[in-house]
């Protein structure tokens, strides 16, 4: 799954600047050129990262920051914001508005890409192409391969995808809900039980490194990666 990002800039040329180069790095692109635009690409589908203009018509890019991490559904998503302005204050509003970094006009294509990527490895990191390591697992995004006790081990994308969250998110316990949203997409609509279907098939995969003990559920509450030697 390629990361979705959402652009929201009401000034074309650089919208198409941005999609451009996002485009060739590899990543979905949606564009919004206001606030209303990007509430109702939000509503349909949740980007992976959210790049969003400080001076919007309507609506300001600051507003938007503000509601968006007032909502239980986009409280998480990364978000950068970008302006012209330089001005110390406006940093600071920025940030306390819940923005995770943020990008002063004119930038290059070259460091926006560096601090998206930063961005995504500091909050989704799930999202990034870094190979990642849990005991005897390791996984690398780019030639998608997983090994266990250093033999390669076979499982469809799903369960590799799954994988992927767990391993950037260890010890941590997730509902399917979530599972659903952070590994299928909260766009798309599956049965709970699904997940279910897809912890099997990612335990079976694991066994033949003896490596299935990783995966712990937890009941009544649902998964937890926790790699323990
Ligand atoms: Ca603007």
Redesign the pocket.
């Known amino acids: 799954m390629r990361p979705t990002i959402l652009i929201v800039?009401?000034?074309p040329a650089i919208r198409e600047l941005i999609a451009v180069n996002l485009k060739h790095a590899g990543y979905e692109v949606l564009c919004a050129a206001d606030a209303a635009q990007a509430d109702e690409q939000i509503r349909a589908e949740l980007p992976e990262l959210i790049l969003l203009?400080w001076?919007?018509p309507g609506t300001s890019g600051l507003q938007l920051a503000r509601k968006l991490r007032g909502d239980e559904r986009t409280r998480l998503i990364p978000l950068i914001m970008l302006t012209a302005k330089g001005a110390e204050q406006d940093k600071v509003d920025g940030l306390e508005a819940g923005a995770d970094d943020y990008v002063t006009k004119p930038f290059s294509p070259r460091e926006l890409l560096a601090r998206i990527q930063a961005v995504l490895r500091r909050r989704a990191p799930q999202h990034t192409r870094d190979a990642i390591e849990a005991a005897d697992l390791h996984l690398d995004p780019n030639s998608r391969t997983i090994t266990g006790h250093g033999q390669t081990l076979a499982m469809g994308p799903t369960e590799f995808r799954l994988l992927h969250f767990f391993m950037t998110h260890p010890e941590r316990v997730f509902s399917r809900g979530q599972l659903l949203d952070q590994v299928w997409g909260d766009h798309v609509f599956v049965e709970e039980r699904t997940v279910d279907v897809h912890i099997r098939r990612l335990r079976k995969a694991l066994i033949p490194a003896g490596l299935d003990g990783y995966i712990h559920t937890v009941r009544g509450a649902g998964y937890r990666f926790s790699p323990t030697k």
């Open positions: 800039e009401d000034e203009d001076m919007l």
